[in-house]
């Protein structure tokens, strides 16, 4: 997430009250997780496991909740939480605004787009052209839908991120305040639910097609000319290159990547990142002709064990 303008790293400790390490004047320019940090952003960790992966990563500005040497070229933030202080920032720069219409004044649509009854657009949406959004679907704010796109009935567009701290006194949420992004040509059938950013996009590229009751979690890629069969799962932060086809009931953790064209069996569960220009069954998924011979030696066990009582 981009900040509307540059701000000065003081007058971001300002927001949060934190102290800082650096230039008063250091420009801050958005804020990120840190799969998606770019020069001038903000990357919070509160963990040592990931002290390093923050301090080298692309964020020119870390959050931290430890005074530590501050690498060159970079600012610090310095935060007994930076949990809680990285939902302080979402919530000033992107604060919740509440629906006012059915179809938000703030909302643009393109030229012949239908909008079925029911439908709910929310503030500052973006849909392209010579789109059909049906009945109840429900589009929160700021999504960004390209043209010729069909969404089909009870489909959600923007709920936040399951991403939550465990506190003593309970679950701590992440705030989103990303966006969904849909680009040209996309299918998304009945029930689909494709959650926001945490700070970035979730995105849905040219051409590819959702069947019914698929889930999408935040800032996950699913790349062009997909095909995604129902009840398939996605985590957060997941790279489906283009291509990719993933038959039914599948379910795919967070932070890996599917390669172009890989193909992924019904009922498969993937657990790391798995090479395109290959199928996959089973789980945790492997390669198809690997796992069906497991299978036919599985099969063949109670017999060796006949055989070898026998002896």
Request: contains cysteine; charged residues 25%; negative net charge.
């Amino acid at each position: 997430m981009k900040f509307p303008q540059a701000h000065t790293l003081e007058q971001i400790a300002t927001i949060i009250s934190s102290e800082f390490v650096g230039n008063p004047d250091f420009p801050v320019l958005g804020m990120n997780e840190i799969h998606g940090v770019t020069p001038g952003d903000i990357v919070f960790v509160d963990h040592p496991k990931y002290y390093d992966k923050a301090l080298e990563s692309a964020a020119t500005v870390v959050l931290i909740n430890k005074k530590v040497e501050c690498p060159e070229g970079k600012a610090l933030l310095i935060s007994d939480d930076p949990f809680r202080d990285f939902n302080k920032l979402t919530r000033y720069f992107k604060p919740f605004q509440k629906a006012e219409a059915i179809i938000s004044p703030s909302a643009k649509i393109g030229k012949e787009t239908i909008i079925q009854p029911g439908a709910f657009i929310g503030n500052n949406v973006i849909i392209g052209d010579h789109c059909v959004i049906h009945a109840n679907v429900c589009i929160y704010d700021d999504a960004v839908i390209g043209n010729n796109v069909t969404i089909h009935s009870g489909s959600v567009l923007g709920a936040d991120a399951f991403y939550y701290k465990n506190r003593p006194e309970g679950f701590d949420k992440l705030i989103s305040g990303g966006r969904v992004v849909i680009e040209d040509n996309v299918d998304l059938g009945a029930l689909c639910t494709i959650d926001r950013g945490v700070t970035g996009d979730t995105t849905i590229k040219e051409g590819a097609k959702l069947d019914n009751q698929v889930h999408i979690g935040h800032d996950t890629v699913v790349g062009k000319k997909c095909l995604i069969a129902s009840q398939v799962g996605i985590a957060g932060c997941v790279v489906v290159e283009d291509e990719v086809t993933i038959w039914g009931q599948v379910g795919i953790t967070s932070a890996i990547t599917i390669g172009t064209k890989a193909v992924i069996s019904a009922q498969s569960g993937v657990s790391k990142s798995l090479e395109g220009n290959k199928s996959y069954f089973g789980t945790p998924a492997d390669d198809f002709r690997k796992k069906y011979k497991e299978i036919a030696a599985i099969r063949q066990v109670p017999e060796l064990i006949e055989k070898l009582k026998n002896k």
